[in-house]
């Protein structure tokens, strides 16, 4: 079993992801993982452990590294006169935003029978979409923030209260997002979001709130990482959070009371079991007179957020992934039905 | 731009969706479309139309056909001469059931570019879990009937009181549905419904409730369906549900208020929009007291539920499909991150 590290993608978080593969490069020193590149082409490419810098991207000279072909059971590469099969793979999805979060790349790697940490199809939708995270988190009893949605074609906002925070609805890493504190700021915040997506969500903006982070994921267990309290500030500002995917080394545990972190706790496993197994996921809370409100899902979180856990390379290694069901065919309606005869 | 009905998949819905293909190939005479099937090996044949029939595809005889590799912008071919590509398409997609209806091949198609009517990601995770849909169906306010969800690991029941009905959360066609009216049956059913999915989702059964299904798509407007009172007693029989697969011709209007067939439109508007937007979906409804309940919505219907269309090919030719966000590469950040040099 060999670990893969899958990045880049075709969104707009396509270079956070780079820096997140950079970085777990590092993470992962002595693992010796395959590096795998997804270009804006759709175009796989193998990536030499000396070519996971920077300026190999954006210069385009990646394009000169072997084309990978996507097949039943792994990829290959095809020379004049060889051919080379990577098979029994570990894949990392690390393609962040569209592509990756969406469920698009792990759907077809499941097809192709490659095994993936990944978020599977239905955890995917429920984070990569915020208002189905709203949906999904008022249906299991996690608390959120009150919101609304809105559209494009209709720029009204009816119920929530300034000061309120923009977000495009199927966007992540802050891009896009504004904190509006009177009406007239409004239309600029709505034309900032819907450059990005054609609906948006709208929260109350509360100044100053706690919040507190949190990943894990399920080995033999439910793995719970070390609860960190941000920097703040860095909610807004997406040149911050773009080093946080570079982000390595190991977090300071937050300075909360013991029923703050069982809340916690228990928010996230309602959160993570059963849809989310497979995945090593971030879960972003706010927390309001002393209770937990869940801020977001990070479902494929900036260099999986290795830092916050003591133990990341082993966990990685041990994550449980759910199989498919494997059906065979038996045919025994069809021959009945005259129609199809 | 040619029609290609694309059909089979690795579900117990598999022979359905024979069945669907071949009533569609009836239904679409003249407009000559490809068939492309997908096998239990997760390959794709191009068959012919004369070798739409049952026993094609039971004898395996269809491993005959050429075999199709997807790739960008379309499918090809390869002979040891002469290569062909079927590009400029608009798929079908009539795979029933997994690899159809959970996302999965619509990811597939649309990472390589193909058109394709289908549900995109969201219609169908929030069609094919059904908790999902109780979940999604409150949110939006569309009456659903009460409901629990229990896994194979705790087969209690705490709410839902006899007679009820046990159904895999993640399948279709009635497969493994059971009505239990007393107790001393329930483990039975539970057993049934657990031989096709890990949880069950357990609903209260109303004898003799009327039922009433209703189809539509967004072309460049709603596109709503005759309403249909299915014949009784179909709901649990799947040799019956079955037959329906095949059904071409027309169904008879059912015998309903203005203000039920008003409440079931709405409800079907509710549904559809935006989420559903690119596929032809079937809501099948409970009236009770006068008032619409969702019992489910099947995001492929059997047949594309053609015979509640008058006009179904004319439709199914100009269903509207969302087109994905077209993203360029600006790496106007990657250079600026020491890290990543």
């Known amino acids: 079993m060999k670990l893969a590290i899958l990045f880049g993608g075709t969104s707009y978080e396509h270079e956070i992801s780079i820096v997140s593969a950079i970085t777990l490069k590092k993470v992962l020193e002595g693992e010796t993982p395959l590096f795998i590149f997804l270009d804006f082409k759709h175009e796989f490419y193998l990536i030499p452990s000396n070519g996971m810098i920077a300026s190999h991207f954006s210069s385009g000279e990646y394009k000169k ?60 939708i429920l984070s990569y979409n915020k208002g189905l995270t709203k949906m999904y988190a008022n249906s299991i009893g996690v608390k959120v923030l009150d919101y609304e949605i809105i559209s494009r074609a209709d720029r009204k906002i009816k119920k929530i209260a300034y000061p309120l925070i923009v977000k495009p609805l199927n966007l992540g890493s802050s891009i896009g997002v504004s904190v509006v504190k009177e009406h007239k700021d409004l239309e600029y915040a709505l034309d900032v979001a819907f450059g990005y997506d054609n609906e948006a969500i709208i929260e109350p903006f509360i100044e100053g709130v706690r919040e507190l982070n949190l990943a894990g994921t399920f080995t033999n267990r439910l793995q719970i990482s070390t609860i960190e309290e941000p920097k703040k ?65 990070n479902s ?9 856990f003591d133990n990341f390379v082993e966990i990685l290694k041990n994550i449980y992934l759910p199989e498919m069901k494997k059906i065979s065919p038996s045919y025994k309606y069809i021959n009945k039905i005259q129609k199809a005869k």
Request: charged residues 30%; hydrophobic residues 40%; glycine residues 8%.
């Open 65 to 124: 590294e072997k084309k990978l072909n996507l097949i039943h059971g792994g990829f290959e590469y095809k020379g004049l006169f060889l051919k080379k099969l990577f098979a029994d793979l570990r894949i990392v999805n690390l393609i962040h935003g569209a592509t990756g979060e969406d469920g698009t790349i792990f759907s077809m790697l499941e097809f192709n029978n490659i095994k993936t940490i990944s978020p599977r199809r239905e955890a995917s």
């Open 300 to 308: 494929i979180p900036g260099s999986l957020a290795n830092y916050l």
């Open 233 to 297: 500030g860095a909610i807004l500002d997406f040149d911050a959070k773009y080093l946080d995917f570079g982000r390595e080394g190991s977090a300071k545990s937050a300075d909360i009371s013991k029923d703050l972190r069982k809340q916690m706790i228990e928010a996230f496993e309602k959160i993570y079991i059963p849809h989310f197994k497979g995945s090593l996921i971030r879960c972003d809370f706010f927390i309001i007179n002393d209770e937990v409100y869940l801020n977001e899902i």
